[in-house]
């Protein structure tokens, strides 16, 4: 079951469809001038978790946050603020799943993967911190003179930020009960079952791409 095959379709699925979801509810959230990072982020927090929780291999929530990042730059116009943010996102946790897991694994070596309850603590704090790690990052970093507003970096880290981390909680929740279900009935599954899988990671990368190419125009 954790064949690198698997794992590798696992992050192009669950990157691509947290992608498809910056795509698409981002770019309807964008038009009517609605505040989308909040919801955004939760978004990618729930396959964050289902990703990591499902496979547990170091490393591959950066790599499906990648994959999610990738389709911003179809975008058009470009923002690199954008793919930072996502990749923020990330990179946090990433840091704070591989810690985690290998406080647990000197403990028992037959552990893989955090725990229910260190996920649901962690998802709320890493969602802030990666939040208020953005807002110094393209202000001080990047030098966007978005964020050099004090009204706008303040509204990010004060408001936006503590929204997304109330989000995190029943997401990442969401995140543990997929992540459950696919277990489980993956124990069962025959060669053509995961063929499937492997087809529907590939069919959700392209969708991607096409959807990213059909806004661009």
């Not at 696992?10 to 009517?32: D, K, Q, T």
């Not at 001038?33 to 496979?55: E, Q, S």
């Not at 649901?120 to 964020?147: E, K, Q």
């Amino acid at each position: 079951m954790k064949s690198k095959h698997l794992i590798i379709a696992s992050i192009v699925l669950f990157g691509s469809l947290w992608g498809l979801a910056e795509l698409g509810i981002g770019e309807a959230m964008w038009a009517r001038n609605i505040p989308r990072a909040p919801i955004l982020t939760a978004i990618g927090v729930l396959f964050i978790v289902l990703g990591r929780r499902v496979w547990a291999a170091p490393g591959s929530t950066l790599a499906l946050t990648l994959v999610a990042s990738a389709f911003k730059f179809l975008q058009h116009p470009f923002w690199g603020c954008k793919v930072a943010a996502v990749l923020m996102v990330g990179v946090i946790f990433e840091i704070g799943f591989s810690l985690v897991e290998a406080r647990q694994r000197s403990r028992d070596a037959s552990l893989a993967h955090a725990s229910r309850a260190s996920v649901l603590i962690m998802a709320p704090i890493l969602t802030l911190v990666s939040f208020v790690a953005f807002s110094y990052f393209a202000r001080d970093v990047l030098g966007n003179p978005y964020w050099a507003m004090q009204e706008k970096f303040n509204d990010y880290m004060f408001v936006q930020g503590p929204i997304a981390a109330a989000l995190a909680f029943p997401f990442a929740w969401a995140g543990l009960a997929f992540a459950s279900w696919l277990r489980s009935s993956s124990t069962s599954w025959d060669g053509a079952r995961w063929l499937v899988y492997r087809v529907v990671a590939a069919v959700s990368g392209v969708a991607g791409v096409v959807t990213a190419l059909a806004l661009r125009y």
